[in-house]
């Protein structure tokens, strides 16, 4: 495995469903982020975890949860989500904020 | 708070021709500029980036300058080419996270033979 992987590539959950996205990076990177790409939006940072430390939580609402158990390893809990939340989401890790490599993507439909 | 502006947000031109896409950026502390192409159901891929010590740099078609004081990056596509068609997304670091990155909206670049 190479690169940055995300699993799994598409999910439909209801709005009273758990999931969790997972992210592992191949790259030896030292920080790893979460966006969220939605249709005619820029990419919005959601989280920021460096040398495994949360350091940036960019106005997200509690019902996405962040979790780093290693420099290697990213999830993104999610619980009660709302319509409004759908979108690509997208893991990324990086050498000291350069380098930046993004995975495909986990396409997320909440119905 | 930060943001950074791309233009134009399509952009159309034939085969050979050469493609321009612009952005500024807010942050004066911001440091690291890369730019991503994104194709149909794939991640963003970085295609070349530059520091805010470098002016220009070049990567075969590919070229990206940098106007520090006018807080403006570019980047130019010559001969293009069909497989070049896809969105493509500046970014600028941001000073307060020293990591993270912020993105323009993107430009849909189509090539036509």
């Known amino acids: 495995e190479t690169g940055v992987t995300q699993t799994p590539r598409h999910l439909v959950m209801g709005m009273t469903n758990k999931k969790s996205l997972k992210c592992e990076q191949h790259?030896?990177?030292?920080?790893m982020y979460w966006y969220k790409q939605s249709a005619k939006k820029p990419l919005e940072l959601m989280f920021v975890?460096?040398?495994?430390?949360?350091?940036e939580n960019n106005s997200v609402p509690s019902r996405f949860s962040p979790e780093c158990p290693n420099s290697s390893h990213l999830f993104l809990h999610l619980h009660t989500l709302q319509p409004e939340d759908s979108a690509l989401y997208l893991c990324?890790?990086?050498?000291?904020?350069?380098?930046?490599?993004f995975g495909s993507g986990t396409r997320l439909t909440v119905v | 708070g930060e943001n950074v502006e791309q233009h134009p947000s399509t952009l159309s031109v034939q085969e050979g021709d050469s493609a321009v896409i612009k952005c500024t950026y807010s942050?004066?502390?911001?440091?690291?500029f890369p730019w991503y192409k994104q194709e149909l159901g794939k991640g963003p891929q970085l295609i070349i980036d530059?520091?805010?010590?470098?002016g220009e740099k070049k990567d075969q078609r590919i070229a990206v300058t940098l106007n520090k004081t006018a807080k403006h990056f570019s980047l130019h596509i010559t001969e293009t080419q069909p497989e070049d068609s896809a969105v493509y997304f500046c970014?600028?670091?941001?000073?307060?996270?020293?990591?993270?990155?912020?993105f323009g909206k993107g430009t849909t670049l189509s090539v036509s033979s």
């Open positions: 970014a600028a670091s941001i000073g307060r996270t020293g990591t993270a990155l912020i």
């Open positions: 990324a890790s990086s050498q000291y904020g350069y380098g930046y490599t």
């Open positions: 530059i520091r805010s010590n470098v």
């Open positions: 790259l030896g990177h030292n920080a």
């Open positions: 942050d004066s502390a911001s440091n690291y």
């Open positions: 975890y460096s040398l495994e430390e949360r350091v």
